[in-house]
């Protein structure tokens, strides 16, 4: 929280104090820290009724109700140490300290669960035909068929916005009035999307590139717009960064088993014999990319 500082009391304050700061903070609890700001204590307002039906006077010292036993959790604790501890303790907002108990911080369940921003835009391609699903597509591009009542486009956009992404391309050229249409500028999302029209078919993928003319060097994600995953893109962003390639592909084992006895021969003789085999293969599922300066002058 930003404005945790303001739910901070000194351990001399009085009830008065705590009520005032609990209500500046909204977060229903109270911090109380010593000269050095250390953390001694915490409030919440259940503390306060329950004082209050002991007779609390509102001049009394803050000492009188708070816990001097609080629990906090260390700054240097990952983002999914905190999420778990609260989740463990069944706590919706938790002091943090560092290493000296010094306060610098209040977590809260709420915005430790609210997914980072994003910078990396997110290009979906939905140019395609579908022409192997027949008269399903007759009239409607293959994205914007449904699955139960939602365009599976917008079940992949909607995945990327609850992880944090807002910037977003889709790629277009059968039918994209439909797809404009349905997504327009994306605000009723919360996001900005813009779209790249292929005026004549450039094929699976081809319309990466013409991404260089509208994104700078944030790696992009790259999607069909017909692929729903469980892909983690916040593990997949990590893992781009950090291995320090071009090209990141996400992909995914097929099996593929034949029947019969396979033949394997070598120079016309037949070396051995496979009895229904099973073959894994990976398959091409999503495009984690970073456009370079020398690519885009490509």
Same mark, same amino acid.
């Given at each position: 929280?930003?404005?945790?500082t303001?739910?901070?009391v000194d351990?001399r304050?009085?009830v ?15 911090? %109380? =820290? *010593?000269?050095?700001? !250390? &953390? /001694? ?5 259940? $503390?306060?009724? +329950?004082?209050?039906? @002991? #007779? ?22 990952s ?16 002091? %943090? =300290? *560092?290493?000296s108990? !010094? &306060? /610098?911080g209040?977590?809260?369940?709420s $915005?430790?669960? +609210?997914?980072?921003? @994003? #910078?990396n835009?997110v290009?979906i ?9 027949g008269?399903?597509?007759?009239s ?21 916005v ?15 009035e ?9 605000s009723?999302?919360g ?5 790249i ?11 990466i590139?013409?991404l260089?003319?509208?994104i700078?060097d944030?790696?992009?994600i790259v999607?069909n717009?017909d ?21 990141t592909?996400?992909t995914?084992?097929k ?13 016309g ?7 229904k ?11 984690m ?8 002058a490509?």
């Open positions: 929280m930003d404005a945790w303001k739910i901070v351990e304050a009085s008065r104090d705590v009520l005032k700061a609990i209500d500046r903070g909204s977060t229903r609890i109270a911090l %109380v =820290v *010593d000269d050095k700001y !250390k &953390l /001694v204590g915490t409030v919440t307002d259940g $503390d306060i009724r +329950r004082g209050l039906l @002991k #007779k609390l006077e509102m001049h009394h010292l803050v000492g009188v109700i708070s816990n001097k036993n609080p629990f906090s959790i260390c700054s240097s604790l983002k999914k140490e905190k999420i778990d501890i609260l989740k463990k303790n069944h706590i919706l907002a938790i002091p %943090v =300290v *560092d290493n108990n !010094k &306060l /610098v209040l977590e809260s369940l $915005d430790l669960m +609210r997914p980072s921003p @994003k #910078k835009p290009c391609m939905a140019g395609g035909f579908g022409l192997r699903l008269a399903l597509t007759d409607c591009p293959k994205p914007m068929l449904s699955v139960g009542e939602t365009p599976i486009l917008e079940r992949i956009l909607l995945q990327f609850e992880d944090g992404f807002t910037e977003f391309y889709i790629t277009t050229h059968f039918m994209p439909v797809i404009k249409n349905h997504f327009g500028d994306g009723q999302w996001v900005n999307i813009k779209y029209h292929e005026s004549s078919p450039l094929g699976t993928g081809g319309a590139g013409l260089a003319n509208y700078g944030e790696p992009v999607i717009g692929v729903l995953t469980d892909t983690s893109f916040d593990n997949l962003i990590r893992h781009h960064e950090e291995s320090g390639y071009a090209v592909i996400c995914k084992e099996e593929l088993a034949i029947s019969y006895g396979v033949v394997k021969e070598e120079d003789k037949v070396c051995r014999l496979e009895e085999p099973i073959y894994r293969y990976k398959i091409n599922l999503v495009y990319f970073l456009i370079s300066p020398l690519w885009k490509q």
